[in-house]
């Protein structure tokens, strides 16, 4: 038995990365599992995004856990499809129970240099997305009046990073969403919480994959963090998610920070 047998849960940004750690975390507990994910187009970003057949191998290990899994190609941008998407997971595995809103991109340099297409592009993404995301789920949790909410926010939603205002911007916009939507839903039995990586370990951050980093990139990084560890992996942010999913329904409005000793840095 596990702690979430009969659960479905939709999860955006699903095809790898955290994504993929949070799909394969939650059937482990006995979740149905709707993977979104294989957005269309973007401009100037430094990585791949990820593709269908990506969805297909999540969708792929999550069968392999003996879970049924749904994968949905949707572009979080775009309100019609995650209208869509929500109502094809309650159609066809009965209900939405979870829902992690991590589709999200990055893209990195000063400020003054950030040009209004990729600007938008971020806040459309990392945003809106989730606007869109919480918006949908949300009257489909509050006539079952049962709902886990997490949004995946970053470190850099909670702290300035040079050469990343227009991504922490965001970040920490979803923040302010997320803990104003968890009082407005508060007396429902739905939950809205925050989750805040550091660096982690994943195609967004290491397009080349494997150990193909450059050793002083790695000491900077063990540097920089209390923790002397370069990233997290996808599996640490997943535990972090588990414990939030799984929480009876007493958390809410609350950001879990994850930052390799990071938080001991913020007022």
Same mark, same amino acid.
């Given at each position: 038995?596990?702690?979430?047998?009969?659960?479905?849960a939709?999860?955006?940004?699903?095809?790898?990365?955290?994504?993929?750690?949070?799909?394969?975390?939650?059937?482990?507990?006995g979740?149905?599992i709707?993977?979104?994910?294989?957005?269309?187009?973007?401009t100037?970003?430094?990585?791949?995004?990820?593709?269908?057949?990506?969805?297909?191998?999540?969708?792929?290990?999550?069968?392999?856990?003996?879970?049924?899994?749904?994968?949905i190609?949707?572009?979080?941008?775009?309100?019609?499809?995650?209208?869509?998407?929500?109502?094809?997971?309650?159609t066809?595995?009965?209900? $939405?129970?979870?829902? $992690?809103?991590?589709?999200?991109?990055?893209?990195?340099?000063?400020l003054?240099?950030?040009?209004?297409?990729?600007?938008?592009?971020?806040? *459309?993404?990392?945003?809106?997305?989730?606007?869109?995301?919480? %918006?949908?789920? /949300?009257?489909?949790?509050?006539?079952?009046?049962?709902?886990? /909410?997490?949004?995946?926010?970053?470190?850099?939603?909670?702290?300035?990073?040079?050469?990343?205002?227009?991504?922490?911007?965001?970040?920490?916009?979803?923040?302010?969403?997320?803990?104003?939507?968890?009082?407005?839903?508060?007396?429902?039995? /739905?939950?809205?919480?925050?989750?805040?990586?550091?660096?982690?370990?994943?195609?967004?951050?290491?397009?080349?994959?494997? *150990?193909d980093?450059?050793?002083?990139?790695? %000491?900077?990084?063990?540097?920089?963090?209390?923790?002397?560890?370069?990233?997290?992996?996808?599996?640490?942010?997943?535990?972090g998610?588990?414990?939030?999913?799984?929480?009876?329904?007493? /958390?809410?409005?609350?950001?879990?920070e994850i930052?390799?000793?990071?938080?001991?840095?913020?007022?």
């Open positions: 038995m596990g702690a979430l047998d009969g659960r479905v939709l999860i955006t940004g699903a095809a790898r990365g955290q994504g993929r750690a949070h799909a394969l975390a939650l059937a482990a507990e979740a149905d709707v993977a979104a994910d294989a957005p269309g187009p973007m100037d970003l430094t990585y791949p995004l990820a593709t269908e057949d990506d969805l297909r191998e999540t969708a792929k290990l999550v069968d392999e856990l003996g879970r049924r899994c749904l994968p190609a949707l572009d979080v941008r775009d309100s019609a499809q995650v209208d869509a998407a929500v109502a094809q997971t309650v066809d595995l009965g209900s $939405l129970d979870i829902v $992690l809103a991590n589709a999200g991109i990055v893209s990195t340099g000063p003054d240099q950030v040009s209004d297409q990729v600007w938008q592009q971020l806040v *459309d993404t990392n945003l809106t997305g989730v606007f869109h995301t919480l %918006r949908a789920a /949300i009257p489909v949790m509050r006539r079952q009046q049962f709902g886990r /909410i997490v949004v995946t926010s970053s470190m850099g939603g909670r702290m300035g990073i040079p050469e990343l205002a227009a991504y922490n911007a965001t970040k920490w916009g979803i923040i302010g969403l997320a803990k104003s939507v968890a009082l407005e839903v508060a007396k429902e039995g /739905i939950t809205v919480n925050v989750i805040c990586p550091t660096t982690t370990q994943t195609p967004m951050v290491q397009p080349a994959g494997g *150990d980093v450059p050793d002083d990139l790695v %000491r900077r990084m063990m540097k920089a963090n209390p923790i002397p560890r370069p990233w997290l992996q996808p599996e640490d942010v997943s535990r998610v588990v414990y939030l999913v799984t929480d009876p329904g007493v /958390i809410t409005g609350s950001v879990l930052g390799l000793g990071g938080s001991a840095r913020i007022r």
